[in-house]
T-cell receptor, first 112, second 111 residues
């Protein structure tokens, strides 16, 4: 069964550094998402992406965040200058026509 | 999207049916009920969804009351691997929409 894959599984970064989280959505899917989950808290929506542009973003998704689909297969989340509070699990999801969202297993981001 | 209410936790004996309730009394006519689960900080896993008819797949059954104000997810023969947080989410089935997760129900399956 097709899967959403995310790399790396764990990323450790110094505060203030840029980080890029990578996702390969399911190949025929059209909508792409990023969510995050701070330890012990709810899964929170960050951003959705369709037709090469952001379709919706949350208040969390400020100017420090950006998303890109640089080629036909990858979907990336960049955090320009990381803060301690960016430490979380980041989940990528994708969906196609009339299908539920499927999630990857996440990237654990640790900011030191 | 309508708000949902779930019990914070439930226990179930291994091999027995697990029945997870969800209240969604403000659900609109065009909103679906979705169920996801999350096993130990893995990515949320889709289980099932429905509009008004009961639904069944290889993982679970979904029973929606006639007035659509509540539903029950049924895992017919729970195993230890079904221990997870289960989320009931109501949303319009436009596949571009985000999912809004609540706290869910922690299901503990015990041997």
């Amino acid at each position: 069964e097709p899967e959403v894959t995310q790399t790396p599984s764990h990323q450790v970064t110094q505060m203030g550094q840029e980080v890029i989280l990578r996702c390969v959505p399911i190949s025929n899917h059209l909508y792409f998402y990023w969510y995050r989950q701070i330890l012990g808290q709810k899964v929170e929506f960050l951003v959705s992406f369709y037709n090469n542009e952001i379709s919706e973003k949350s208040e969390i998704f400020d100017d420090q965040f950006s998303v890109e689909r640089p080629d036909g297969s990858n979907f990336t989340l960049k955090i320009r200058s990381t803060k301690l509070e960016d430490s979380a699990m980041y989940f990528c999801a994708s969906t196609g026509t009339d299908q539920p969202q499927h999630f990857g297993d996440g990237t654990r981001l640790s900011i030191l | 999207d309508a708000k949902t209410t779930q019990p914070p936790s439930m226990d179930c004996a291994e091999g027995r049916a697990a029945n997870l309730p969800c209240n969604h009394s403000t659900i609109s006519g065009n909103e679906y009920v979705y169920w996801y689960r999350q096993i130990h900080s893995q990515g949320p896993q889709y289980i099932i969804h429905g509009l008004k008819n009961n639904e069944t797949n290889e993982m679970a059954s979904l029973i929606i009351t006639e007035d659509r104000k509540s539903s029950t997810l049924i895992l017919p023969h729970a195993t230890l691997r079904d221990t997870a947080v289960y989320y009931c989410i109501v949303r319009v089935a436009n596949y571009g929409n985000k999912l809004v997760f609540g706290a869910g129900t922690i299901l503990r399956v015990k041997s």
